[in-house]
């Protein structure tokens, strides 16, 4: 670990409420901005793969990266150029799919604050300009409100809801879509908690619920540890409350209607 974190790392390592996409793009202004040590580099990896464990495209990235760099800063750096260029491409063609695929729906709900997400909405509402959108404001760091912010120009129609109200709107929108953090080789997935809450409640009203995610953050694994954070960011009290805070849940794969890579539509 390096003795004294460099500030802009650290800042990315303590972000709470963007999506990995996002985080995975920090990282690489990151490493391309800087000039490091390969030492540096590696004790920085480690770090990034720690504090994202959840997050499978972040693992995949350190891994490649690792691999291709020869212990060398320059070829890190090349290493690191070659695998956001290839991103991009997936990404297009991962968008372009979501855009065909879902087309035939006019209204949306989501949750929290994902890149891609946020980036299919924009595309799709340029097509379909009369299209609705409900966001769930994602508790506790209310990252759907970033999202419902971002969009509202875009979408005029955003309505920004608690968790608690899904039930109430299920029933008034076309599909859901989320993006993944992590996709199981069984077909779970692990995304923001509320997210179940979502699939439920779709599979309740007949609502169509899809993914929208990369194949790279498919894993090999069914392996999934809940992880506590810090209860203050829920509730601060002096009783001897237990306060529980959870950032991600698994979904599993029965809840889901089907998973849209930019390979085209996984079932």
């Not at 972040?58 to 760099?69: C, E, G, L, M, P």
């Not at 297009?92 to 065909?100: G, R, S, T, V």
């Not at 997935?189 to 790279?216: D, E, Q, R, W």
Request: charged share 30%; net charge negative; glycine share 4%.
């Amino acid at each position: 670990m390096n003795t004294k974190l460099n500030p802009n790392l650290e800042k990315i390592l303590s972000n709470n409420t963007s999506g990995s996409i996002e985080i995975l793009l920090e990282l690489r202004e990151y490493f391309l901005s800087y000039k490091l040590n390969f030492k540096e580099v590696e004790n920085d990896l480690n770090l990034i793969g720690e504090t994202f464990s959840d997050f499978a495209i972040i693992s995949d990235f350190t891994k490649n990266v690792t691999k291709a760099s020869k212990n060398n800063f320059e070829e890190f750096q090349l290493a690191v150029s070659i695998y956001f260029q290839n991103h991009d491409i997936d990404r297009k063609h991962l968008l372009e799919n979501a855009i065909k695929l879902l087309g035939k729906y006019n209204s949306f709900i989501t949750i929290s604050n994902s890149i891609t997400i946020k980036k299919f909405l924009e595309l799709f509402a340029r097509k379909k300009p009369d299209t609705k959108l409900v966001v769930c404001e994602s508790r506790p760091q209310f990252e759907g409100r970033i999202t419902a912010e971002t969009l509202i120009d875009k979408i005029p129609d955003t309505h920004l809801i608690t968790e608690a109200q899904i039930p109430e709107y299920m029933e008034n929108v076309d599909c859901v879509i989320t993006s993944a953090d992590k996709i199981f080789r069984d077909g779970s997935i692990i995304n923001k908690v509320g997210s179940k809450m979502l699939a439920i409640a779709a599979k309740h009203y007949s609502k169509p619920y899809y993914i929208i995610s990369g194949k790279k953050k498919f894993s090999n694994n069914n392996e999934f540890q809940v992880q506590e954070k810090d209860p203050d960011e829920v509730y601060s009290t002096l009783d001897d409350i237990k306060i529980r805070n959870v950032y991600f849940e698994k979904i599993e794969k029965d809840l889901i209607t089907g998973v849209i890579t930019e390979k085209g539509v996984l079932l």
